[in-house]
Nanobody, 121 residues
């Protein structure tokens, strides 16, 4: 059973930094794109950043220049380095991955359990 395991959330003051990690467990899963979404209280889930297996990245305008997404394809792991955090970055951050189950050859989209990031002013 393939699943995404996240770590790295927490409480930080405005201007501080945090690093999120997400690993896709299960060797029979070929991962393509991996990314991060977030959902603040009372708001819809939104894309934060995404990275393809080939290294192409995309960011939400609100985090450009402050957040960096990176991957270790050998470990099926994605990271989100968050710098100069602002109170409006407070949200539950969810890891997302898309890929193919190599046993069934079916495409699957996976979600992590979410990790809370709280930025105090």
């Amino acid at each position: 059973q393939v699943q995404l395991v996240e770590s790295g959330g927490g409480l930080v003051q405005a201007g501080g930094s945090l690093r999120l990690s997400c690993a896709a467990s299960g060797s029979r899963f070929s991962v393509n794109a991996m990314g991060w979404y977030r959902q603040a209280p009372g708001k819809q889930r939104e894309l934060v950043a995404v990275a393809t297996s080939g290294g192409t990245t995309n960011y939400a305008d609100s985090v450009k220049g402050r957040f960096t997404i990176s991957r270790d394809n050998t470990l099926n792991t994605v990271f989100l380095e968050m710098n100069n955090l602002k109170p409006e970055d407070t949200a539950v951050y969810y890891c997302n991955a898309g890929g193919v189950n190599l046993d069934t050859w079916k495409y699957r989209e996976l979600w992590g359990q979410g990790t809370l990031v709280t930025v105090s002013s």
